[in-house]
């Protein structure tokens, strides 16, 4: 009971991401997160040597990374891994460090840096150069709990969703040209063994963030800035 008087602050924010799902309120956090999802897939693609050619996410929450060369098996794993790596950074560095301020404005920057370099369509171009300004702006005018609680909304929602997002595209619907898809005709195996694989991989992930990540309370105190 003690342990989770120390974090009543995140399972009160985990109730409202979900009751809130299916509004338009969180419309603008689950493109955030499809971009999350494409940029994983665009730096693995340079990290391993490949060339990015362009990103794009779009208004009914897709995504599309067209990009030349690099490693195909680490790219198509990088989507759904790559984004819950991004979720649990976000919400670990918010909880355990007072860094927000500059966390935000890094996030700002690599948003606007990747929307200068590799966006080319109207909507996605629109949505991450406002989401990049955004985070610049509330990183240089608001405070220490402000950006914190920013922080924690973006990497929770992150986090929670990657794991219904894998079962729902590789295991319900198998069938749809997903990730896993792509990786078991070029690799081998069935689209429900790598989601799987991936299923059980973000589980423990978040399984350890939610054990030793986030310290014996995670709350914030709203009085300091």
């Keep these: 009971m003690a342990h989770l008087k120390g974090h009543w602050q995140l399972l009160l924010l985990t109730v409202l991401v979900f009751a809130l799902w299916q509004t338009p309120v969180v419309v603008p956090l689950k493109i955030l997160i499809v971009f999350f999802h494409e940029a994983s897939h665009a730096i693995a693609t340079l990290l391993t040597g490949g060339e990015v050619i362009s990103v794009s996410v779009s208004a009914d929450q897709g995504g599309m990374v067209w990009s030349r060369g690099g490693s195909r098996f680490i790219t198509l794993t990088a989507g759904y891994l790559g984004s819950l790596l991004i979720g649990v950074g976000l919400l670990v560095a918010a909880t355990r460090t007072r860094a927000d301020r500059a966390i935000m404005a890094g996030c700002g920057v690599i948003t606007l840096a990747i929307a200068a370099f590799y966006i080319r369509d109207v909507f996605a171009l629109g949505f991450t150069v406002g989401t990049g300004a955004a985070m610049l702006l509330m990183a240089r005018f608001f405070g220490h709990a402000p950006n914190d609680m920013a922080l924690r909304v973006m990497g929770l929602a992150s ?10 595209d590789t295991i319900a ?48 105190d709203f009085r300091q800035q």
């Design 173 to 220: 619907r198998s069938e749809l040209r997903s990730d896993a898809r792509m990786l078991a005709e070029e690799f081998g195996g069935t689209t429900t063994l790598w989601g799987g694989l991936w299923l059980v991989l973000s589980v423990i992930v978040i399984g350890w963030c939610l054990r030793y990540g986030l310290g014996r309370s995670s709350n914030l």
């Design 159 to 168: 986090m929670i969703y990657v794991p219904y997002d894998i079962f729902s």
